[in-house]
């Protein structure tokens, strides 16, 4: 059974910041790629960031939008993915998904592309909120 749970949403000021928690039970984390999304009212869900983990090392991409405000880094013994956003604005206000595509797929997170139906596996979202 794979589950996928995101966590650490909020309500924060505009500049202040939050670490975002997904765990991917039932799936190896040195064989699996993983992506953060978001979706704000009215809009389409987006790519945040995206992580490929396999037996070659794991490489990452950020959406220009949060580049040098957000950073991923995981706790692979405890299969665990974090989001470290600094520096939030109120654009930054939606609700937060974490996806996995089930097996290492390089082109489900590449040069920013994260093609969603590649993501198999979904969170039920955790609402961050940013005051300005």
């Known amino acids: 059974q794979v589950q996928v749970v995101e966590s650490g949403g909020g309500l924060v000021q505009a500049g202040g910041s939050l670490r975002l928690s997904c765990t991917a039970s039932?799936?190896?984390?040195?064989?699996?790629?993983l992506g953060w999304f978001r979706q704000a009212p009215g809009k389409e869900r987006e790519g945040v960031s995206c992580i490929s983990i396999s037996w070659r090392g794991s490489r990452a991409y950020y959406a220009e939008s949060v580049k040098g405000r957000f950073t991923m880094f995981r706790d692979n013994a405890e299969n665990t993915l974090y989001l470290q956003m600094n520096s939030l604005q109120p654009e930054d206000t939606a609700m937060y998904y974490c996806?996995?595509?089930?097996?290492?797929?390089?082109?489900?997170?590449?040069?920013?592309?994260?093609?969603?139906?590649?993501?198999?596996?979904w969170g039920q979202g955790t609402q961050v909120t940013v005051s300005s």
């Open positions: 039932g799936l190896h984390f040195d064989d699996v790629t």
């Open positions: 996806a996995a595509t089930g097996r290492y797929d390089d082109e489900a997170c590449s040069s920013g592309r994260t093609p969603q139906f590649k993501y198999v596996y």
